[in-house]
């Protein structure tokens, strides 16, 4: 897609935007992929110990699911998820930062925070999905 193209589809957006725009999402999914995987992993191996008759899935499973969730959702509040590396090193370097760009950065530490939430909630879910179905 050309420039042109690009900035009348997105409503004038910059180059060095769309870059950002970018990497943010990758950096999303990201981080969405570490408790999403903890997830299926926890879904398939206790599925695999339930088919081998080593515990009742339906007792056993919705109480891990939740205790996961609880922890998933506490460390989304409470990570940085590297923002204070990252302002820590901008000093360090000289490189000079104003209120914008750390209200930027406050911004995308709320915006993974309501996503980890989110994905305790889905913990959640699938817990009262899996012991009441």
Known sequence: MSANKRDAAAGAVTDDEFV???AGRRAFALFAAVPLSILA???SVSLLLSVLGLF?????????????????????????FGA???VKSLEENRISFGEADMDHIFKQQFWLMVMYLGIAGLYILTALAIFYL
């Open 41 to 43: 992993g926890i879904l």
């Open 20 to 22: 950002r725009r970018g």
């Open 56 to 80: 009742d899935y339906r007792q056993v499973v919705p109480v891990v699911l939740f205790i996961v969730g609880i922890f998933v959702m506490f460390a989304g509040a409470w990570y940085d």
């Open 84 to 86: 204070r590396r990252y």
